[in-house]
């Protein structure tokens, strides 16, 4: 995981982005996501409707997925979040496995829902804690769910855009570079005229993670809470 800093900077980053909605869903295994949108509740004087899948005190839902995958064909969930073990320049998400896809070397648990998600959700937000070349590539070794234009990827390390059908570096973390950026990445990226540094997380949005954020995420990330208290 990366340090407390970096993990403050991602979370500051995709909750701005979610600004001005009304629902955000957050699935399974998603710690950072999570506290980004607990973060952008507070921020919304909690009138941003938030689900976390896996937690009993914040998900309105009793029938799992499939009362999620029902908002979203109803238009009443304005955002998710995927990962996966590879994303590609395109946007493109792979949960499925690695290698060639006739014998893949290794196989995952599945995409449970996910290209159904990509598809309606108008705001789909990547994330990755990890920005290495081995987990952003040129092309997935398979398409679990395609990208598409307005996209972003928020990472440990950058926030990227999908423009005209390509990541484009839209900010940088504090203490990455351009040339940093290229090496940590396994595909070649332009950038926006006015890329910048990422604005970390103001004197407010601290205050909140570290207190409401950190205690709505003790039942069910605590590892995270306990780091955004420290």
Not at 63 to 70: I, K, V
Not at 127 to 153: I, M, N, W, Y
Not at 165 to 192: I, P
Not at 204 to 215: K, S, Y
């Amino acid at each position: 995981m990366p340090d407390r800093e970096r993990l403050s900077i991602m979370i500051a980053a995709i909750a701005r982005l979610l600004q001005g909605l009304r629902h955000v869903a957050v699935g399974a295994a998603s710690p950072v996501p999570a506290a980004a949108t607990l973060l952008a509740r507070e921020l919304a004087g909690r009138r941003l409707v938030v689900s976390i899948l896996g937690s009993a005190q914040h998900n309105p839902f009793t029938d799992g997925g499939r009362e999620l995958f029902d908002c979203a064909a109803q238009g009443r969930l304005d955002a998710f979040f995927l990962s996966g073990a590879q994303i590609d320049a395109t946007g493109a998400v792979n949960l499925l496995g690695l290698g060639d896809p006739r014998a893949p070397d290794r196989r995952f648990l599945g995409n449970f829902g996910a290209p159904y998600l990509a598809s309606l959700v108008p705001n789909v937000i990547l994330c990755r804690t990890d920005h290495g070349p081995r987990s952003l590539v040129e092309k997935v070794d398979f398409v679990t769910a395609p990208g598409r234009d307005g996209q972003r990827l928020v990472t440990d390390r950058c926030v990227f855009v999908r423009v005209d059908g390509r990541f484009v570096l839209e900010s940088r973390h504090a203490g990455e570079t351009s040339d940093s950026l290229r090496a940590a990445t396994g595909f070649a990226f332009a950038e926006k005229p006015d890329a910048g540094i990422t604005p970390g997380p103001d004197a407010r949005m601290r205050d909140l993670l570290e207190g409401p954020v950190a205690e709505a995420m003790q039942a069910v990330y605590p590892d995270l809470a306990a780091l955004l208290r420290r």
